[in-house]
């Protein structure tokens, strides 16, 4: 009997994953602010985290080992984007102690996750 071969999906990737359920979850935080704030702050945030996510999806779509890494790459300034974003929010009183609390904890997973990606990626791809 033939086995049949699994390739990965983007949906097994966990960075990717955690990146995108998490721009949802701050996504769904940003639509309860005033305009100011929507317009200050969270557009910035949202976008910052939708970029990580975006930036792993694109470079899994990338042909090349180079290409895909450089995504994955990206995807780190996001992190680091989103985490002075998380900051702003938490001093200007945006985000409850526990949106913030757990916001960060996502955003400091996530940098080890994308390293292990790269590294995967290295290890697993010839070109």
């Avoid at 694109?58 to 996001?78: A, C, L, P, Q, V």
């Avoid at 997973?109 to 697993?124: D, G, M």
Wanted: net charge positive; charged share 30%.
């Amino acid at each position: 009997m033939e086995t049949k071969k699994k390739y990965l999906q983007l949906n097994d990737i966990s960075c990717y994953k955690r990146s995108f359920n998490l721009s949802n979850y701050v996504w769904n935080i940003v639509i309860t602010w005033d305009h100011f704030a929507k317009q200050t702050v969270g557009i910035q945030f949202v976008t910052a985290l939708d970029s990580n996510s975006a930036n792993i999806a694109e470079g899994f779509g990338r042909y090349n080992k180079k290409d895909k890494i450089k995504f994955y790459y990206y995807s780190f300034g996001s992190v680091k984007e989103s985490l002075d974003w998380n900051e702003k929010s938490r001093i200007r009183t945006l985000l409850t102690k526990e949106q913030y609390q757990y916001i960060l904890k996502e955003l400091l997973e996530l940098p080890k996750e994308i390293h292990h990606l790269i590294r995967f990626t290295n290890e697993k791809l010839e070109q």
